[in-house]
C-alpha cells in the first residue's frame, strides 16, 4: 500500500509569522518506519515547515497514496480538521486520523471531521494491520466507519518491548531544514507519576517502558554514521530509571561517540543526583529542563507533582554548578494558586541559578484529572474547543478562573512574569550588553511590532547556526 503521513500546518499565532518547527516529528517518524519495514510505501510531508497547499496538492499527484494519515495534538486541533476536509475535496482518499487529540476524545475524532479512521493509543500496529487490509472489525485500537454508524474496537494493548519497534523513518524528513539540527530520540515511553495536569497517559499510559541501552545505541550510532552529532532526548520520564540513564551514558563514553544531547523536554528533579548529572555530563549531555509548576507547597501538593521546593533548589543548583544549561518551567492559575502564590514563584524563578525560565497559563487537556477538577471546582472562561485552537499557554488569555485566583489577575500575573521571562532569555541569547538592548526594543509595544517579525526569524537563523556551532565546539566535525 502507499501511504502519505502528514503533518499539519503550525498556526500563524500573531502578526502573521508563521513559526518553523524546531525538529521532525518523533511519532509520524515512528509510524513511517513501521509501515517501512512491512514494505509499505511511505511518504511523509511535514506541512508545519513546507508551504501548504501547494506541496500537499503535488505529494498527492506524485504518490497517488491509498491511505493519508494525519496527526494532531489537542493543540490546535482545529487546523488538522481544515486538513482533512480539504484533503477530502482534492481526491477520494481514505483518511486515518491519530494523535493525542485523537486519543482524548475517541468517536468524536470522526464525528467532528470527515475522516475515515481514527486511531487511538500507540498506533504502530493498528496503522500497520489497516494496511495490511485486516478486517477492521480484527483491528484493536481502530475506530471506523460503517455505512452511518461509527465503531469503536476494543483498546489495543500498549507494545511492552519498545525493541521491536523499528527505529523512527527520520530520513523521509527534510531534517537540516527544520530550526534545530537535531534527531529527536525517544528511549521511553508511559509516566508512572500522577501530575493532573499531563495528557502523556492519554496514549502511552502510566507503566515506563525503556528500550535497552543497545538498542538506543544503535540508534545513536546509526545517525553518527550519517553525520548527524546533535541528539535530542524527548522522553517524558528518561531519567526514571536511573541505572538505564547510566548505563546509555557509560556506552557512549566507552564508544567514544563525540556527541552532544539535550533534554529540553525537562525531566524530574527528584529523579536525578549528583552522581548521575556527571556521567551524564561526561556522556554530553549539555541542556537540562525542569518542570517545577510553582514554588508553594500547597500548589505542588494540589497537582500531584510529588517533589519538594528543598528538591528543585539543590538539584538546579547542582546541574548549575556541573556546567548545565538549564531551564524551569513554571505554571499559573492552576489549583489552590493565588496572585501572591505566584509571586513566590516568579521570586523563586528569578532566584535560580538558570539560563531560562518560563511561566504558562495553566491548561487542562481533554481526559486529565485537571480538566475534571475545573468542571468541578472553578469556571471556565472559554470554552474548550475555543480554548485549545485560539489560546496558547504562551499567550496570557487564562482559560478558567476560580475565588481565589480571578481570571484578571491572571492575566495580570502572565503579563509580570512574560516581561521577566523575555529579559533573561534575550540577556541568555545575546549575552548581557546587547540583550539588555534588544529588551528595551521588545519593551516598547510600538517598537516591538515592527522588529518582532524580522527579530524572530533572525532568532531562528542564530538558534539554527548555534545548533551546528554547538557540536563544533564539543570538538565534533
Known amino acids: 500500500m502507499k501511504a502519505l503521513l502528514i503533518v499539519p500546518p503550525l498556526a500563524k499565532i500573531q502578526l502573521g509569522i508563521k513559526y518553523k518547527p524546531t525538529t521532525a516529528h518523533a511519532g509520524l517518524a515512528y509510524l513511517a518506519g513501521m509501515l517501512r519495514k512491512h514494505q509499505h510505501e511511505v511518504a511523509v510531508l511535514d506541512l508545519a515547515l513546507e508551504t501548504r497547499h501547494e506541496r500537499l496538492q503535488t505529494c498527492l499527484n506524485e504518490i497517488k497514496p491509498d491511505l493519508v494519515a494525519v496527526t494532531s495534538m489537542s493543540y490546535q486541533h482545529r487546523i488538522a480538521y481544515d486538513l482533512i476536509k480539504e484533503l477530502k475535496t482534492m481526491g477520494n482518499y481514505q483518511v486515518a486520523f491519530g494523535g493525542i487529540h485523537v486519543s482524548a476524545i475517541r468517536e468524536k475524532a470522526l464525528e467532528d471531521t470527515e475522516a475515515d479512521f481514527a486511531i487511538l493509543?500507540?498506533?504502530?500496529?493498528?496503522?500497520?494491520?489497516?494496511?495490511?487490509?485486516?478486517?477492521?472489525?480484527?483491528?484493536k485500537g481502530l475506530i471506523w466507519r460503517d455505512g452511518e454508524k461509527i465503531v469503536s474496537n476494543e483498546p489495543r494493548e500498549l507494545i511492552t518491548n519498545l525493541d521491536e519497534i523499528p527505529f523512527p523513518a527520520y530520513d523521509l524528513f527534510k531534517v537540516d531544514e527544520y530550526t534545530d539540527r537535531v534527531i529527536p530520540l525517544v528511549s521511553s515511553r508511559g509516566c508512572p507519576f500522577g501530575c493532573?495536569?499531563?495528557?502523556?497517559?492519554?496514549?502511552?499510559?502510566?507503566?515506563?517502558?525503556?528500550?535497552?541501552?543497545?538498542?538506543?545505541?544503535?540508534?545513536?550510532?546509526m545517525w553518527c554514521e550519517k553525520g548527524y552529532r546533535y541528539f535530542r532526548f524527548n522522553d517524558d520520564c528518561f531519567t526514571f530509571d536511573a541505572e538505564r540513564t547510566n548505563k546509555i551514558c557509560e556506552m557512549i563514553?566507552?564508544?567514544e561517540l563525540k556527541i552532544v544531547w539535550d533534554l529540553q523536554n525537562g525531566i524530574r528533579v527528584d529523579r536525578v543526583d549528583k552522581e548521575l548529572l556527571v556521567k551524564m555530563k561526561q556522556a554530553g549531555c549539555r541542556q537540562i529542563g525542569f518542570g517545577v509548576e510553582s514554588a508553594d507547597e500547597e500548589v505542588?501538593?494540589?497537582?500531584?507533582?510529588?517533589?519538594?521546593?528543598?528538591?528543585?533548589?539543590?538539584?538546579?543548583?547542582?546541574?548549575?554548578?556541573?556546567?548545565?544549561?538549564?531551564?524551569?518551567?513554571?505554571?499559573?492559575g492552576g489549583p489552590g494558586d493565588t496572585f501572591e502564590k505566584f509571586k513566590k514563584s516568579l521570586k523563586f524563578a528569578k532566584s535560580l541559578p538558570v539560563n531560562e525560565f518560563r511561566f504558562m497559563i495553566t491548561t487542562p487537556y481533554p481526559r486529565t484529572k485537571l480538566y475534571d477538577w475545573v468542571d468541578k471546582n472553578a469556571h471556565w472562561l472559554i470554552k474548550s474547543?475555543?480554548?485549545?485552537?485560539?489560546?496558547?499557554?504562551?499567550?496570557?488569555?487564562?482559560?478558567?478562573?476560580?475565588?481565589?485566583?480571578?481570571?484578571?489577575?491572571?492575566?495580570?500575573?502572565?503579563?509580570?512574569?512574560?516581561?521577566?521571562?523575555?529579559?533573561?532569555?534575550?540577556?541568555?541569547?545575546?549575552?548581557n550588553l546587547w540583550g539588555s538592548i534588544a529588551y528595551l526594543f521588545w519593551y516598547n509595544p510600538i517598537i516591538r511590532k515592527v522588529v518582532m517579525k524580522p527579530g524572530i526569524k533572525l532568532w531562528e537563523i542564530i538558534r539554527g547556526r548555534r545548533s551546528r556551532r554547538f557540536s563544533l565546539r564539543e570538538g565534533i566535525k
Not at 121 to 139: A, F, H, Q, R, S
Not at 312 to 331: D, P, R
Not at 414 to 420: C, D, G
Open 253 to 255: 563514553i566507552e564508544r
Open 385 to 431: 474547543d475555543d480554548y485549545l485552537n485560539e489560546c496558547s499557554p504562551y499567550r496570557g488569555s487564562p482559560i478558567f478562573e476560580t475565588s481565589e485566583f480571578p481570571g484578571k489577575e491572571v492575566e495580570k500575573a502572565y503579563n509580570i512574569a512574560y516581561k521577566e521571562v523575555m529579559r533573561k532569555i534575550v540577556k541568555n541569547e545575546l549575552g
Open 300 to 332: 505542588l501538593k494540589n497537582l500531584h507533582k510529588g517533589i519538594t521546593i528543598e528538591q528543585v533548589t539543590k538539584t538546579i543548583y547542582t546541574a548549575h554548578e556541573l556546567g548545565f544549561n538549564t531551564n524551569a518551567f513554571f505554571m499559573i
Open 121 to 139: 493509543g500507540e498506533g504502530e500496529y493498528t496503522l500497520l494491520e489497516l494496511c495490511n487490509g485486516v478486517d477492521y472489525k480484527n483491528i
Open 196 to 221: 493532573i495536569y499531563c495528557s502523556v497517559d492519554v496514549v502511552f499510559g502510566r507503566k515506563f517502558r525503556a528500550r535497552k541501552p543497545e538498542n538506543v545505541l544503535e540508534e545513536i550510532q
